[in-house]
């Protein structure tokens, strides 16, 4: 087990609503990024969280958004759901910003069902 | 266009066969790193190994190899004496230093057959 915990496991929501995905870090990692993996795909960077601000961002639109507390822990809201949302939404702690040299430790996910 | 390319989208082999797990890349960065995660069927990715663009050296781990070539951009991953536990997708990533950004493939679904 890598130490990131991610909550919920399953999330079933509708078209136009909003949603919170949660994830506590590893123990002594202060950065977290987010993926999206979508059905067959491999994971796409959404964005980093560092110092409890955003620290890079992929291709994804602002209606994707986050936010980091004191423990590191993270959230990814995601508002106005579109059907592509439907995913499997990973976090991943690291101890640094720099992803070459800082090696990422996954959680299992959040399944994110858009209908 | 893709940084990462896998082309073999799924793989069957029977148990104690080797299968070798083919991975290109792509960047104009003369400093990057290159991973291969593992992702059973829980979801969680699995670190399994990491180099930097200056060591071409190959790398035995068990049963676990890795042949890294910067002249055909290829990071390919080797499973000698495959296990049904070994049953997975395995993702090749790529990481231009310094950065904060990390590109995955789209993987390869590995099934072993007892």
């Known amino acids: 087990e890598t130490g990131v915990t991610q909550s919920p496991t399953h999330l079933i929501k509708t078209r136009g609503q909003q949603v919170t995905l949660r994830c506590s870090s590893q123990?002594?990692?202060?950065?977290v990024s987010w993926y999206q993996q979508a059905l067959g795909q491999g994971p796409q960077f959404i964005f980093q969280?560092?110092?409890?601000?955003?620290?890079g961002r992929g291709n994804f639109p602002p209606r994707f958004s986050g936010l980091q507390f004191p423990n590191y822990s993270s959230e990814l809201n995601v508002n106005a759901l579109e059907l592509d949302d439907s995913a499997l939404y990973l976090c991943?702690?690291?101890?640094?910003?720099?992803?070459?040299?800082?090696?990422?430790?996954f959680g299992a996910g959040t399944r994110l069902s858009v209908l | 266009a893709q940084k990462v390319t896998q082309a073999q989208t799924e793989i069957s082999v029977v148990e104690k066969e080797d299968v070798t797990l083919d991975c290109v890349y792509e960047?104009?960065?003369?400093?990057?790193?290159l991973f291969w995660y593992k992702q059973p069927p829980s979801g969680e990715l699995v670190f399994l190994i990491r180099?930097?663009?200056?060591?071409?050296q190959n790398e035995i781990s068990g049963r676990y190899s890795w042949n890294f070539q910067k002249s055909t951009s290829s990071f390919n991953f080797t499973i000698t004496a495959s296990q049904v536990v070994d049953s997975a997708v395995y993702f090749c990533?790529?990481?231009?230093?310094?950065?904060?950004?990390?590109?995955f493939g789209t993987g390869t679904s590995l099934t072993v057959i007892p």
């Open positions: 991943a702690s690291s101890e640094g910003t720099e992803l070459a040299k800082n090696i990422q430790y």
């Open positions: 990533a790529l990481s231009e230093a310094p950065g904060n950004q990390f590109y």
């Open positions: 180099r930097n663009s200056f060591d071409e």
């Open positions: 123990s002594g990692h202060n950065t």
């Open positions: 969280y560092y110092r409890e601000e955003e620290n």
């Open positions: 960047t104009r960065d003369t400093t990057y790193y």
